[in-house]
């Protein structure tokens, strides 16, 4: 039975500028490099350019400054049709009017495979993604799920250098979302192929990607890999839009080299300075790095007590500010009125400069 | 994958550099007596003769030397075969060629006419010219459309919309072909409006006749007098406009969204006015409502009422125009009120929504596209009428008349029909940017790529009750108007001898079966095949022309779109009358000479019916997301593949919209036919109105019904060839419960 090989390539944009119009920047000058093999995941609030960037990936819009490369082509003048690059779309787009077989070997007939090889390669395509018996069906006739595989197997068969999606599991329920990301993943590492994902979702993206680009306004706010992203996060944006954050105002008294004497309120500790200087800064810390009860810390008053099931979930004030907590201890809940002290794990808090 | 776009570029390239040189040395450069179709010309002399030879052979004989720069860009492209698209000097070597052949093609053709030079100072600069030029013919032609499609493709290499070759060749083809038979004749025809009567340009002549009191006055408002003719036209245009609009809407609510039984028939019932040629509905109505009609007489010996005239003027012609063209705004509306998202209208449902709200809130906004096109196509063919003008106008004047009667009546006024023509422009064009701010850029998209399995809701009761009432009354109507016409042609003298008897269809269609085989005697047959064959060869061209220009509208972005679509319409806001007109003047004598040929006739149909294929596209186009031309475009097609496997398959009800309304428009038209029919090609209206100003009543409505049924069979014909498509929408509520 054929295979379905990778053919990944690497993407690198070189000082890319997208304007529309005059007036409007959607892209400024964003530099970008994508190793071969890895899923990148473009992450951000709505309007900061992740779905320009894509679509100028795939080549349906075309940068106004800049240059594109895929591996060491320079596709920046190159449309959608010419380019390596396979996008499995928001709605799916499948194409009402034919059948999941014919949806799926469309793309085979335009890059010269006979009847006998589209064939085969489309039935590997959908045997990849769990629907083999399918073939025959209208899109209509499919649930979500399985329109987004069919979407899926459509892009794969012509093993791309590039693979795009566009939000695809923004229509789908919670409980697939999870099923359906980790199915994606998994065909990424076995196929070795490069891909780009497009998200708002900050969950999904710590979950797939082999790094992630924050952006914010239509540029660059960090590069990472998502433990670099969310323990060590560059500024109290990137700290708030990857996971749950606390930003607390604290002082910096003094820092020597590497190391910065930070107080919040009564309570004084070192953390490393990050190059941030004397005066005013913020600590970004996760509420599951807050230790509840620690020996040396601040105090603080309970004011919520909320139970989701895995885990307590605190609101605790402090003379200096409201912070958000969490326990696995689910047993022994705190109540509300309670006075405890609050401490930082050793790994967590970061050094933020205000912005 | 497709390696590079080398490959794919050259086949085009080479392909029109070989039409270049085919249409140079092999096909007869000058319009052929007899047709090229007749093969005449290949035993008569070709390719030595004068009249058939190529243009090679005629520049080899020393003859038509203007011709010779031709050679400079016919070599040129030679140079770009081997480049690499990417160079610039690709695309500055066939932007070059293009553009210097296809001017020196305009120049010459329009400088050098039947008594050489066509212009004094011409002469006056070069001296005498001792050639003479006919008409180009499709040597000519070709070579036009090779420069073009060569020039097209400089502009695509240049990098014009991604350069995609297929997009720009298609917007330079429409642009030459509408520039060339919409604007050349237009323009032609209003400068005329500025011409004295010793054949010099004035304004004040222009405005004198402008601002006519027969044109403006307003005397029926005030007083007792007649209005001026624009009002008049004004007035009945917007009431038709609007009236069609609702009644369309109404019997596309009903075949869609109703448990009716008999919406098949009702379908069928729509259909029928557009099929008929227009002046019939009303003779049918003047049997029926006129001065010793039918009804009349029966209402006036009920009430003991005197009968009256009350049907001439602005109600028959009223009746007859909604009659005659809310079947048009059905089609439209129909793929529109299928197209709607089914599972938008379900949502609202979950969302409390009565049906009643639903309807209003959700679904008759997402018609709107659909909506506004159909008043604007009834706005326009109301303005454009003239057959029921012509019979049932009474005192009521409307410009298209008006137009018609200052060319053909006693006082030929070639300056007053422009100026008529002028008004009748501006109405239509307001309308066309009315309509334009109304519709805003708002999405409609509604066919999306997520196989939609939703059920379309059946109206709610309080609009489902009138919705069925009207449909049934004005079904009921029209039902009872064609019986009457069919009655009409087995009468043997209406009013004065009601016997039935087929005497006229004998006359018309007889057949004899001798030893020579079959003889056509019936006086109808020759303007019957010809119409026929006419309308067979421009009903296909129509669509195609339409749907393309549709497709560059709604999917495509470029510079001077704006432009682009209101010269694409421009020709449907014109009335046959116009068109007409200007085409006799436009085309009668070199560069184009098509006066008396079948081809005036197609291009009239062509450009005449261009724009409803282009409406129905644009309506059913707008409600397909665009993600699924992207995707197409990620999986390898171009532009060119994306619109064929894509997007066709998904218009096949604008597809057969077009196609129906074409052929039965090049039918059943008769206010351009009227100027353009020869001795040779006769066209079934204009004979018919011939038989009628003979008083020969019976024939002409005997011909006229052949005409209807003959068109029933090649809608039906059509209907089974271009089918539905499968997109999987389960049936509505409706047909499982019928």
Redesign the interface.
Known sequence: MTDINSKAATVSFRNVTKMYGSDVTAIDQINLEIEAGKLVTLLGPSGCGKTTTLRMV???E?ATKGQIFIGDVDVT???????????V?????????MTVLENVS??LG???FNKVETLERAHAGLDLVGLKDYSER?????S?GQ?QRVAVA??LV?E?QVLLFDEPLSNLDAKLRRQVREEIREIQQNLGLTVVYVTHDQEEALAVSDEIVVMRNASIAQMGTPRQLYDTPADAFVADFIGEANLLPCEVTAVNGEVANVSLGDFHTTLPSRGVGQGAAIIAIRPSRLVIGAAEGFNAVVSKATYVGSRMEYTLVSGFSTMFAVRDDVDNPLSIGQEIVVGFAQTGPVLLPVC | ??TS?KTLSQPTLFLWIVVGWVSFLLLPWYLVDGGLFSGQWLVDGYPFDKNYAPAAFLIMQGEKLWLTPLLIPLIMPLFAFKREK?DPLYAQILILTGAVGFSWLIIQGFSIGIRGWNYEWLSALFGKLDGRQFGMGYGGLFLASSFLFLLTQGIAAR?AI???VFVVGAIGFVLAIVGAFVFFPIVNMLLSAFITEDGSYSFIVFASKFFDDRLWGLSCVVGTGRCGVAWNSLFLAVCVGFLTTVLGLIFALVVTRSGFRYRRAVRALTILPIITPPFVIGLALILMFGLSGSITQFFSDLFGLEPTRWLYGLPGLMIAQVLAYTPIAFLVLIGVVEGVSPSMEEAAQTLRASRWQVFKTVSLPLMRPGLANAFLLGFIESMADFGNPLILGGNFDVLSTEIFFAIVGAQYDQGRAAVLAIVLLGFTLTAFFAQRKWLGKKSYTT???????GVHPLMPRALAIPVLAIAAIWSTFTVTIYGMIVYGSTVKLWGVDNTLTFKHYVTAFSVRITEKGWQWTGSAWDSFWTTIQIATIAAPLTAAVGLITAYLLTRQSFRGKNAFEFGTMLSFAIPGTVIGVSYILAFNVPPIELTGTGAILVISFIFRNMPVGVRAGIASMSQL?K??D??????????W?TFR??IL??LKPAILAALVYSFVRAMTAISAVIFLVSAKYDMATSYIIGRVENNDYGLAIAYSTTLIFVMLLAVGLLQLLVGR?????RDSAAKRKS
């Open positions: 795939a080549g349906l075309m003048n190159l449309p959608a049709t010419d380019r390596d690059v396979s996008m779309f928001q709605s799916y787009a499948l194409f009402p009017h469309y793309g335009f890059s010269g209208l899109p209509s006739a499919l979500g329109q459509r892009a012509l791309p | 994958m497709t776009t990417s990098g991604n350069g995609d066919v999306s790529g997520k196989g939609d399995s997301d993600s699924l992207e995707s197409s475009l990620t999986l390898g097609a171009n532009s593949q496997k894509i398959p998904l498509t499968k997109i999987g929408r």
